[in-house]
């Protein structure tokens, strides 16, 4: 059972900068993708960003120049750096990994930008 350990999200400022961090551990298989997903109050969850194990990426267009995912494949590591961050942002967000066949979700960790 792989586990995934989120951290890095708060409170930031319109315009600001945040990076979020998980780790994953006990994965017996390469870990093929990677991403983050959120979901704010009231909305379904959507996808933020996605990273392959090749290291091409998939970005929501709302994210876009403003957002970049990465990845340490050696620390099975996804990170997500947000900048210029926005009050429409707010929302928590859950790391994702798509590996052995198998979907697992972090258990999400707050982003709050305040206008």
């Known amino acids: 059972q792989v586990q995934l350990v989120e951290s890095g999200g708060g409170l930031v400022q319109a315009g600001g900068s945040l990076r979020l961090s998980c780790a994953a551990s006990?994965?017996?298989?390469?870990?093929?993708?990677m991403g983050w997903y959120r979901q704010a109050p009231g909305k379904q969850r959507e996808l933020v960003a996605l990273i392959l194990s090749g290291s091409s990426t998939n970005y929501a267009d709302t994210v876009k120049g403003r957002f970049a995912i990465s990845r340490d494949n050696a620390k099975d590591t996804v990170y997500l750096q947000m900048n210029s961050l926005k009050p429409e942002d707010t929302a928590v967000y859950y790391c994702?990994?798509?590996?052995?066949?198998?979907?697992?979700w972090g258990q999400g960790t707050q982003v709050t930008v305040s206008s």
């Open positions: 994702y990994v798509f590996v052995g066949g198998s979907h697992y």
């Open positions: 006990r994965s017996r298989f390469s870990i093929n993708t």
